[in-house]
C-alpha cells in the first residue's frame, strides 16, 4: 500500500525549496550536502531523501518552480489595450516585482543549469526562451524601424534590459516596493530613450 500523502507536504515542501536555494546559493552548489539542507532544514536527513532522491533533483525543483512562475507571470500579464511604451513599463516593473525574495534562486541559476541532464536543462531554457520572446514582442513594438530587419540587435537589446533587471539584487536586495518600482521606471526610460537612438 502506498504511503499517504502529509497533509502539510506541499508547505515542507516549499520549506525544504527555500532553505536549499539559500544553502546552494551562500555555500555554492558542488560543495553544498543534503546534510547541510537537512540540518538548515531543522529536519533528518531521511526526511529531505523521502522528497528529493538526490542532491540534482532538489536543483531542478528549485529552478523549475522558481523559472516557470516567473515566466507564467510575465506571460499571463494582460498588456492588450496599453499603448507600447506602457506595455514595456508594465512587464519591466512584473519583472523586477516577481524577483522579490528570489534572489537565491536567481543567483544559483548560472551555477546550477549548466549541470542538470540536457533534457531538464531544455525545460528550464524554453522557460528563459518565452520570456525572452515576450520581452522582445514588447520592445520591438517600441522601435518596429529599429528591428524589424535586424533580429540582432533586437536581441542584444533584449538581453541589456534583463540585464540590468538580472543584477539588481546584487547591489539592492532590500529594496522595497517603491525601490523597486522606481528602478523599473528608471530602466524603461533608458530602454524608450535608447532604443530611439538605435
Known sequence: MARPIAKDHDAKRVHILK????????????RASMSQVAR?????KANIYHYYDSKDALL??????YLLALRDRILLLPLGGMTPDAQLRAIV?????AYDGMDDEHKIQTEG????????????????????????DVIAANAPGVFAHDPQKLRATVMSVFGMLNWFYMW????????????AELVTRLTLSGVAGL
Open 19 to 30: 532553505t536549499a536555494a539559500r544553502v546552494f546559493a551562500q555555500t555554492g552548489f558542488a
Open 40 to 44: 538548515d532544514c531543522g529536519v533528518s
Open 60 to 65: 531542478f525543483d528549485i529552478l523549475d518552480t
Open 93 to 97: 516593473a512584473e519583472t523586477l516585482h
Open 113 to 136: 543549469l549548466p549541470l542538470l541532464p540536457p533534457a531538464q536543462q531544455a525545460i528550464l531554457k524554453g522557460y528563459q526562451r518565452d520570456m525572452v520572446a515576450r520581452f522582445s
Open 172 to 183: 539592492n536586495n532590500a529594496a522595497d516596493d517603491a525601490a523597486r518600482a522606481e528602478y
